[in-house]
């Protein structure tokens, strides 16, 4: 089992900046892949990026140039973003997939960008 706990949600003017944080505990052995989807109203969850563990990045077409997926210590990834925009405005799940091959989800961020 793995368990995810997200932060760093909130509200965010146009053009702003803001960062997203997701940790992984629990049964957990590399290589593995972490990564962001977000799930707007009456939209499909679509990916926003994505990263293995020994590998690159991979970034959805909406995103690339704005924002920027990374590792800090401890199974820990962030979401920077940069230029935001309203139509980013979504609940943010974090996910991984290991070993195990399942699919494992955070309980979900929301993220706003209004004036």
């Known amino acids: 089992q793995v368990r995810l706990v997200e932060s760093g949600g909130g509200t965010v003017q146009p053009g702003g900046s803001h960062r997203l944080s997701c940790a992984a505990s629990?049964?957990?052995?590399?290589?593995?892949?972490m990564g962001w989807y977000r799930q707007a109203p009456g939209s499909q969850r679509e990916l926003v990026a994505q990263v293995v563990s020994i590998g690159n990045p991979t970034y959805g077409d909406s995103v690339k140039g704005r924002f920027t997926i990374s590792f800090g210590d401890k199974d820990t990834i962030f979401l920077q973003m940069n230029s935001l925009k309203p139509e980013d405005t979504a609940v943010y799940y974090c996910s991984f997939k290991g070993w195990d091959n399942r699919d494992y989800w955070g309980q979900g961020t929301q993220v706003t960008v209004s004036e």
């Open positions: 629990g049964e957990i052995y590399r290589p593995y892949v």
